[in-house]
């Protein structure tokens, strides 16, 4: 069993509107949690990474939110945009080497 | 300038042949990683290398062969290539560790017939 799940597997929203992806894991011992969007042929690009004593952080439109204790992790989309069609992967690390990746939410916004 | 950069960006071969990617970084980073991101898009760790040296080597068929020239190249070498192999391969670079942010290159296609 994977030890980061993501939900939904897929969304679909209207330009403009919010949307909300949830990451929920089990790695521990935990080192820091990271939100990845990966446009279709592209590489992943790194959104936000939160620590242990980081509840939120924000990059321009995106909000990443943690609970370690928990161990949820949520991803919010604020007026979304259509180059926000992407995979967003959530990404666990219990170590300084070790990543345990989730399978990623599908995200396709509509005009 | 590209920052983490991979040849080819397509690679169709048949099944039996043994063939390269190469990654190059222009970063600094003392960190390189491969990745393999299957149809299901899952993104799987390979292989890390710190300065050179072998740092991660997950469970992967002993095919496969990473090869550091210098920190600033991490080249994969597979031997013997089967159906199963097909996926896209990301070569990542970082700072230092894992827990640095870590920038990937465009991607591999590789296809085995």
């Known amino acids: 069993k994977n030890q980061v799940e993501q939900s939904p597997q897929s969304l679909i929203i209207l330009e403009g509107k919010n949307c909300t992806l949830q990451?929920?894991?089990?790695?521990?011992?935990?080192?820091?949690l990271r939100w990845y969007k990966q446009d279709t042929g592209r590489g992943p690009v790194s959104l936000t990474i939160?620590?242990?004593?980081?509840n939120t952080k924000s990059n321009g439109r995106y909000t990443a939110t943690l609970d370690a204790d928990t161990k949820q992790s949520s991803l919010h989309i604020t007026a979304s945009q259509l180059s926000d069609s992407a995979s967003y992967i959530c990404?666990?690390?219990?170590?300084?080497?070790?990543?345990?990746f989730g399978a990623g939410t599908t995200v396709t916004v509509r005009a | 300038d590209t920052a983490v950069s991979q040849t080819p960006k397509y690679l169709v071969t048949q099944m039996g042949n043994d063939k390269s990617i190469k990654c190059e970084q222009n970063?600094?980073?003392?960190?390189m990683y491969w990745y393999k991101q299957d149809s299901k898009k899952f993104l799987k760790i390979m292989f890390s290398?710190?300065?050179?040296?072998?740092?991660i080597n997950e469970t992967v068929p002993n095919r496969f062969s990473p090869k550091s020239p210098d920190k600033a190249h991490l080249n994969l070498h597979i031997n013997s290539l089967e159906l199963g192999d097909s996926a896209v391969y990301f070569c990542?670079?970082?700072?230092?560790?894992?827990?640095?942010?870590?920038?990937f290159g465009p991607g591999t296609r590789l296809t085995v017939l």
């Open positions: 939160m620590t242990f004593s980081e």
């Open positions: 990451c929920n894991y089990t790695v521990s011992p935990f080192s820091n």
């Open positions: 970063l600094g980073h003392d960190t």
């Open positions: 290398y710190n300065n050179k040296e072998l740092i």
């Open positions: 990404v666990v690390s219990e170590n300084d080497y070790k990543l345990s």
């Open positions: 990542a670079s970082s700072q230092d560790k894992n827990t640095d942010t870590q920038y």
